[in-house]
């Protein structure tokens, strides 16, 4: 499984979706139903579980969608090149 | 009736983003204006806004029963609220029904009984919610036990971080009304950065959270986070004692403090706290009754049990509700219940009188805070297997739902995701096991007691 295959599979776990429903370019925190406060928080467990990480406090809080967390990954070493 | 104590120009709302603030005249002056167009009943379509908080408020001062309609049960079972009870106004901040935001009818059409206060809605996953009533007596009984048992005064300015149309943000507002607190009204979430700032710019002294939010905090680091919170309440359901542990000491740490608290809507709502002070000693349990409510331990034949021994719970006291609601003509009755509840959990009390919860008695499981019929479960997701399949539904604990569907089914993933989008909670919480023969009673129905104590692998 590639990054960019592992992280979408994190996102529709923690929120509960299924990959064919979801626009990536747009996906942000509450701009579908599913990304709220507390799924939010199982994206989270979801992505350190994939990539085996530990996510700063401050870049848990930043992660507000499907791009910048890529971004952030890259800090820890994940590239989507 | 909560304001009356309170000087004109005291600030009972902040506006998180923008520091506007509200004041007890600006309350009065809503509740005057309210008053003046007497309505039988009245919905209010709360969101998150300022708006929403004042007219609940104002609603109460005026004494104008109102029941309180979260949005996010969609437009359609808000309507067919509508339709089956006819309410004569609709108050709807966000224009989420009404354009403009407000509606009235010609003629009151549904007769409520004058004690009626506030009707909040209880886990109606299938069909039409019920309601439980609350008296003006029952809210404002429950404000002062809160606001005693937390010692809250002018100095408290809780967040609004758990919304008006659930019991716990309703008695958040209330508490901190009747004793000359404020809160700080924000749209975001605690996992927002925004909020943090929001919260230290508006001075908010409080946060009020259910197990998931403390969870949340726990992760974000909230022991070393800098902020203005010095106080946290918790309620919703059994938090780790763990985390009760690590959350007392956070707040020991910077002199604030933590309250585990225990509750039901239908106890206005809460009927119980821990206070800061008795913890670490009494860790796992959630405390002692409010002022002017008793806990008692029953068994089966209704005996009142001795300390350590376990049986239901029951709690006498005036925040009781005045009954259920499932149709309008329900909404015209007194006092039903008579101050006694049967809360349906079991547990014991020790040598001195604090309460620890050990189970259910009734059918029901606790998820995201919210309690949830498992009776109501089995119905709907008897309408989302295929086939036609039987089900049964079980809980493993608070933030755990165990469907077991019969037969040779597959697809346990979409049944979980579909039934988890319905009941409105993460699918996380839920577990879905297909292609199970049900272990049955005599009678044919499941065997809750062997699939509880199955060893889930």
């Known amino acids: 499984m590639s990054n960019e295959e592992a992280l979408k599979n994190a996102f529709c776990e923690g929120l509960g979706v299924q990959a064919d429903t979801i626009d990536w370019d747009t996906l942000e925190y509450r701009g579908i139903e599913q990304w709220d406060s507390v799924a939010h928080m199982q994206v989270v467990a979801e992505i350190e579980d994939a990539f085996d990480i530990m996510l700063d406090i401050d870049d848990v809080i930043a992660m507000a969608d499907f791009k910048v967390t890529k971004d952030i990954l890259g800090k820890y070493d994940v590239s989507f090149a | 009736m909560l304001l009356d104590s309170r000087s004109g120009g005291d600030v009972v709302l902040v506006d998180a983003s923008s520091g506007a603030t509200t004041t007890v005249d600006d309350v009065r002056a809503r509740a005057a204006e309210l008053a003046e167009q007497a309505s039988a009943l009245t919905f209010l379509v709360a969101d998150a806004s300022v708006g929403s908080w004042l007219t609940g408020l104002a609603l109460l001062e005026a004494r104008s029963p ?292 050990s189970g259910r008695t009734k059918r029901i499981c606790k998820l995201s805070g919210v309690r949830i019929s498992l009776d109501e479960v089995e119905a709907l997701a008897a309408a989302i297997v295929p086939d036609g399949a039987d089900v049964a539904a079980y809980s493993t604990g608070d933030d755990a739902l165990v469907l077991v569907v019969e037969g040779g089914h597959d697809g346990s993933d979409e049944i979980r995701r579909t039934l988890a989008n319905r009941l409105k909670v993460p699918p996380k919480l839920l577990t879905v096991r297909v292609g199970e023969v049900l272990p049955r009673l005599s009678n044919g129905k499941p065997d809750y007691r062997t699939l509880q104590t199955e060893v889930v692998g």
């Open chain 2, 66 to 357: 109102f029941a309180l309609i979260d949005p996010g049960m969609g437009r359609d079972a808000m309507l067919a609220l509508v339709d089956r009870y006819a309410p004569d106004r609709i108050i709807d901040p966000a224009g989420v029904l009404i354009d403009g935001g407000e509606w009235r009818s010609a003629a009151p059409t549904t007769e409520t009984h004058p004690d009626l206060a506030v009707l909040l809605t209880t886990s109606g996953t299938t069909g039409s919610p019920r309601f439980v009533r609350l008296s003006a007596d029952n809210v404002a009984h429950n404000a002062r036990q809160i606001a005693e048992a937390l010692s809250l005064g002018p100095g408290d300015r809780a967040a609004t971080t758990m919304p008006l149309t659930y019991s716990f943000g309703l008695s958040v507002l209330t508490s901190h009304a009747v004793s000359g607190g404020s809160l700080v009204v924000s749209t975001r979430s605690v996992i927002e950065p925004g909020f943090w700032d929001e919260l230290a710019r508006q001075g908010a002294t409080t946060m009020a959270g259910v197990p998931v939010t403390f969870k949340m905090l726990k992760r974000l680091g909230f022991a070393d986070r800098e902020t203005t919170v010095s106080t946290l309440i918790q309620a919703g359901g059994r938090l780790d004692p763990e985390l009760v542990a690590h959350f007392h000491e956070a707040l020991t740490a910077r002199g604030g403090r933590f309250f585990v608290m225990y509750g039901q809507t239908e106890a206005s709502p809460r009927m119980s706290v821990l206070p800061h002070d008795l913890l670490p000693a009494k860790l796992g349990s959630v405390g002692l009754p409010l002022a002017g409510g008793r806990l008692r331990i029953l068994d089966a034949q209704d005996r009142e049990l001795p300390p350590m021994t376990t049986g239901r719970v029951v709690y006498d006291g005036p925040n009781v509700m005045m009954g259920y609601a499932d149709s309008p003509a329900d909404l015209a009755l007194g006092d039903v219940f008579g101050d006694v509840l049967d809360t349906g959990d079991e547990g014991h009390l020790d040598d001195d009188g604090c309460l620890y919860l």
